[in-house]
């Protein structure tokens, strides 16, 4: 499938801003099933500096520096991005989760080692001890990967309830486990975190969600979202991705931006602002599906 | 059992030797047990033994009294908490003979040759992990390891600017390295420190002994620097916490003594991809700076966003090469203990050289094989964290010794071992060798470990010839033992020749240019200054009108009208702080209960806002942080005004006797420091702000207390006069102006209205106008700042009030336009201090880090 996306992040100031640094993640990268046609970045007003470079997980990074006094900000992204359906391994025949880890630290090959940078704590996924006993109920001994990692994806669907009020942003992993609450980010961290307690690699996406209008009504302008989910690694597969918000594997309906160990590596925007007061944020996204995919 | 020595000296009892009984199965640093002091401790011993009592002990007082003195300042940590310093120095140096130093020098040398290489490489194209030289997991795993770090490569690939290691000697006399420290090594301004102190005591002893200086290495450094940067007048920063007390001080003395600007992360700003210092003359451009602070903490944009200690976009300007960060932002990854054990192998793959000096044995239990070893061997290791380093002084958890373990630990630790191994390192046991201590008298030996400093020099690196010593409080020589809290020594590296001097040193340098430009004021010493100005001052308000009050409680206070105006000025002392007012009780028990009362909980009692103890305490705190600023001979000034200050009282209730001393000593000792400090500062705008800040304050007191006792009543008739004068020390100008008891028209004329006079309004007025009008211009003429149009206007509103009108009262005997004059006095001051603050301190900006993703949406 062929998207086109419109993704525009208004920022409003009470307070004029007198100087600003941002770092963006906006900017879609290509992946195996995943190719990115196009991309523009416009933003207002235009920023006194803008540098691109690809970060260290080979995700495109932008870096602005406004000087001027603003009072308001927009960054709009609009990209042509196809995603192609990949043939999933049958979850039963994956490789046993506990001999992953054991395999990649004595392989010293260049996938092995770009797996194994994804099997240890980051700081939005550290360890503790309630969340590995959590992820082994889903990974007896022996279990194929896969399956482990669908069963984790379920039962955090089914424990954990979306609600848009319960965390923010800083909102620490123990806390939403034991709030039992959050949204797509929280729970990405969560079965991050579980995964990676039992050390299997497993990497952060933020991408787009395609929604779909309800039953005999046109799609609202703007309705559709960011997101997150994760990927976990299935040695001879690759990196599948799940997405515990829904409980699905993720299919043609997610786009994706970038990847990295959790959502401190790939956040949309960062920002450190002088000056602005309280601020509003706007933010409108649209993924519209333009045709058939064309790659093979 | 300890084994006896033989003794050195006449008399066996007084032998210095005597107490000196050998820890069992160590080696010791000065004493051979077979045969006595070793040849490189004996002239030194031989010394202290033939120093009489007398001048042994008055070598003790000096050293005493300069460790106080500079001791005042490390007791900053004491208000927060923290013990007042790190540790006593004591005054037996550390002995190194100078072959052993050559060795250490040269081991120090390549470890830090290789350890810059291991960083080279991580951040670069990571052969070692390809090739299988180091587990990649081993730095995956390390929190330290910063991936938007990776590629940022300095341009003459120097990651590792300075490197500290800890060195331990075994029982069989060989030296190992402990531990290594590449993030921000600290200590090199505490064994300056040390130096100097030792040596300003014992003269002596350095001209009968060759003992390598230090100045040399500091002036390699820092010409390492200048090459780095390419210029011939570089701007050096170094990067400090000022909340962090420890290495604060350390960065203090260190900026001080290399001439750099100490800055915090609220003084640079990136614009443009370069890193700029605001001062309060603008923002001027920073080639280096000397990162004093952890490296996640340097970038809230890029590295912990939380963080508020560092500069948002530094990483950005190094990427850019338009600064240089030492050490390179990311070069903790090199200094966790899970290092260790792979050095010996790295040193052959990057130097094809073998390693000099060996590290403590380490296993990093995210190998198998090394997590078997462990396993089986857990009776004869230590279990640590792989990746945290040890702070500078220790920290309360420690490693795991596995003899301590019981059954049930032992599994529950062989358990985590097996699970998460890699976050586990297992070292063998170190047992360090003892030095002596000086101790009731006589030389007693305890365990120690050294700091050795090695920096990047013009011609490869270079190693400080001494270090920071420590010694364990016990007998215990295990490694993991050495604490806060304990003892610091100087370090002497002995030489066969006599050494470098300074001079020699100048010669060499004698390239250098001379400084171009003053020094910089960044915009927070600035704010420190204005408020230290301010403080010194309000404690010297206060302790003179208080002195006034007292004076008079002596005297027979039976006279009500006198005790009401004893109420007046203090009600204005009080206005500002929740001390209570008099209560009907006290009204009824007595006319001065309520005063006394109120003087002793503004004078002692410790949290008073804007009491004498809050006040003094800020005081000391501002002037910590100035005292870049301050002369030593000030400095010692507020040491002794500090301890007359919170001293403790007798016990009992208030006594008017003991407080007339104590506000007579406490007004001494300001005016010293007042004295001191306008004497000793040079008029740029660091004194300009300080004295801005004494003349606002001294201002506001004095529109207060006029406005207490001059706007209603008969002054005239009441006492308040002569009050006044005495509170503003102005009665001798009267009496030589005026000959006659005080009256009203000449009294406000001298106090309020006389710029001539340095203890009047107008006099302050008239001096913020001049400093307000000099200091850089942050608006372009013709237009006005608000700090100028605040004191422009009430000059203004001084200069042209009358007298007359002044003294005229109403029916009720309300003098209104006095009133209103000192009121708006009041009211404006503190709007100028307010004004002044935003324009030069920088606050006025704040910088918010702002997480802006809007909370996750999705279907």
Known sequence: MIYEVSHRTRYRYSIPVSFSHHVLHLSPRTFPHQVCHRTALSISPTPTIQTARTDYFANPETHITLQEQHSELVLHVRSVIEVRETSRPVPAETRPWDEIYGSLVSDISEPARNALQFAFDSPRTRYTVDLRSYATASFPPGRPVLEGALDLTRRIFRDFDYDKTATTVWTPIDEVFAGRRGVCQDFAHLELACLRSLRVPARYVSGYLLTKAPEGKDKLVGSDASHAWLSVWCPGHGWIDLDPTNNLLVSVEHVAIGIGRDYGDVSLVNGVIFGGGAHTIEVAVDVNPIGAATMS | MNARLPQVGAEDHQSILRSYDLIPGIYDEMMDPAAGPRPHWQPFVAGVQAMTEADLNGYLRKAERMLRDSGFAHSLAALAGVPERPWELDFVPLLIPAEEWALLEAGLVQRARLLNAVLADLYGPQRLLENGHLPAALVFANPHFLRPCHGIAPRDGIYLNT?????????????????????????????????????????????????????????????????????????????????????????????????????????????????????????????????????????????????????????????????????????????????????????????????????????????????????????????????????????????????????????????????????????????????????????????????????????????????????????????????????????????????STYSLLRSRVGTMSPRRRSKDIPSHSADNLFWLGRYAERAEDMTRAVRSVVRRLTEDPSDPLEVTVLQRVVDVLLDKTDIAPASNDEVGAGVTTSIERQINSLMFEPAIQYGLQITVADLKRTATLSRDWLSLEAWRALSRLHLEATRSRLPGRFDVSETIERTEDLVQALATFSGLETENMTRDYGWRFLDMGRRLERGWHLARILRGLLVRDEPEEDGSLVLLLEVADSIMTYRWRYLATPMMAPVIDLLLLDETNPRSVAFQIAALLQHVDNLPAVVSPPARSDAQRIILSLSTAVRLAEIPILCEADADGYRGTLAALLDRLDASLPRLSEAITRDYFSHAEARRPVDLKPAAEEA
């Open chain 2, 163 to 499: 490197y500290a290691a800890d060195l331990g000697r075994g029982p069989d006399g060989r030296w190992w390295v402990v531990a290594d420290r590449t993030q921000a090594p600290a200590g090199a301004g505490y064994a300056l420190e040390n130096r100097l102190i030792m040596s300003r005591c014992m003269p002596n002893f350095f001209r009968q002994t060759h003992i390598h200086r230090l100045a040399v290495f500091f002036q390699k450094l820092h010409n390492g620097l200048l090459v780095r940067t390419g210029r011939d007048d570089p701007r050096i920063v170094l990067l400090t916490d000022e909340a962090k007390v420890d290495s604060y001080f350390d960065h203090s003395y260190l900026a001080r003594y290399l001439g750099y600007t100490l800055a915090e992360g609220a003084d640079l700003t990136v614009r443009q991809n370069k890193v700029y210092l605001k001062t309060v003359e603008g923002l001027v451009p920073v080639d280096l700076i000397l990162r004093g602070i952890d490296s996640e903490l340097c970038d809230p944009l890029e590295l912990d966003t939380q963080s508020s200690l560092g500069v948002a976009g530094l990483l950005q300007a190094a990427r850019a090469r338009t600064v240089i960060v030492a050490n390179a932002l990311g070069s903790g990854l090199v200094e966790s203990k899970a290092m260790m054990g792979f050095l010996p192998n790295l040193c052959r793959v990057l130097l094809d050289e073998d390693l000099i000096l060996p590290n403590t044995a380490t296993w990093w239990c995210g190998q198998d094989d090394a997590l078997e070893y462990v396993v089986r061997n857990l009776d004869a290791v230590a279990i640590d964290q792989a990746f945290e380093p040890r702070p500078l002084l220790g920290s309360t958890s420690g490693p795991i010794l596995g003899s301590d373990l019981t059954d049930r630990q032992r599994e529950q630790v062989i358990q985590r071992l097996k699970r998460r191994g890699d976050d586990f390192v297992a070292q063998e046991l170190v047992v360090l060798s003892s030095t002596p201590i000086w101790q009731e008298g006589a030389l007693h030996p305890r365990p120690m470990s050294v700091r050795v400093f090695i920096a990047a020099s013009e011609d490869g690196y270079t190693a400080m010839p001494g270090g920071l010593t420590r010694v364990s409080a016990t007998d215990n020589p295990k490694a993991a033992l050495l604490r806060r809290g304990q003892g610091a020594k100087d370090t002497w590296v002995l030489s066969h020749s006599p050494t």
